[in-house]
């Protein structure tokens, strides 16, 4: 008798606790701003990381992205950006493309080059205010690893938080640290970008739109 009523607790705690986890996971999507977009393309926009440096033309994060969505991604990475290069051709890669879900990938070489990290969030930010005032939905793509770039990932997740973009963290987490995965100090190879793929899609599966 006594097992049964624990057992029925326990049940009874993991009913709540699931629950819970529905209801926070309910209202994170209610929070994505533009969560009803109306545009068409996915587009990964950043620098060196989107666009495969490192690997042949096809094994880049957004082709993978593009396997596993069964939709094309688009790659509008450009290999030495910086946040302030992405604004400058903001409009020409992205907007006049009629987006849906742009993946914001950038801080990798602002970092590299010592540009004021208040600076970068505020050229991300605007990078994110302008994609969202054209109606489409937009996710930040974090490049830290552990405590590498950690200050940058907690800046990002908070201008997530505050603009309502998807937050993708620590997308080379495991990967800058193992030489399998990587082509140099700091890209991935084709595994790694793959691995990269795989992390973006679990983040934005559930705000894709279904067939």
């Known amino acids: 008798m006594r097992n049964s009523k ?15 986890v529905f209801l926070v996971l309910m209202r994170a999507k209610k929070e994505i701003t533009n969560r009803n977009s109306g545009g068409r393309s996915i587009i990964c926009f950043g620098d060196s990381v989107t666009f495969g440096y490192g690997v042949n ?11 596993l969505m069964g939709a094309p991604a688009i790659n509008a990475g450009a290999d030495g950006d910086t946040s302030a290069l992405g604004l400058e051709r903001l409009k020409t890669d992205i907007l006049d493309k009629d987006p849906y879900l742009v993946l914001v990938e950038f801080s990798g070489n602002d970092f590299i080059k010592k540009v004021p990290i208040d600076q970068t969030i505020s050229n991300i930010k605007e990078i994110i205010r302008q994609i969202q005032s054209s109606g489409a939905m937009t996710a930040i793509v974090d490049v830290s690893a552990g405590f590498f770039m950690r200050e940058y990932r907690l800046r990002l997740a908070e201008l997530a938080r505050q603009t309502g973009s998807i937050f993708i963290p620590a997308v080379l987490n495991g990967i800058l ?33 279904q067939p």
């Open 57 to 67: 033309p096809g094994e880049d994060y957004p082709t993978a992205l593009t396997k």
């Open 6 to 20: 624990r057992n029925i607790i326990i049940l009874s705690i993991f009913i709540i606790l699931g629950l819970v």
């Open 177 to 209: 640290t193992n030489p399998s995965m990587k082509s140099d100090f700091m890209h991935p190879n084709a595994h790694g970008y793959k691995i990269v793929a795989q992390r973006v899609y679990r983040a934005i599966k559930p705000y894709l739109q």
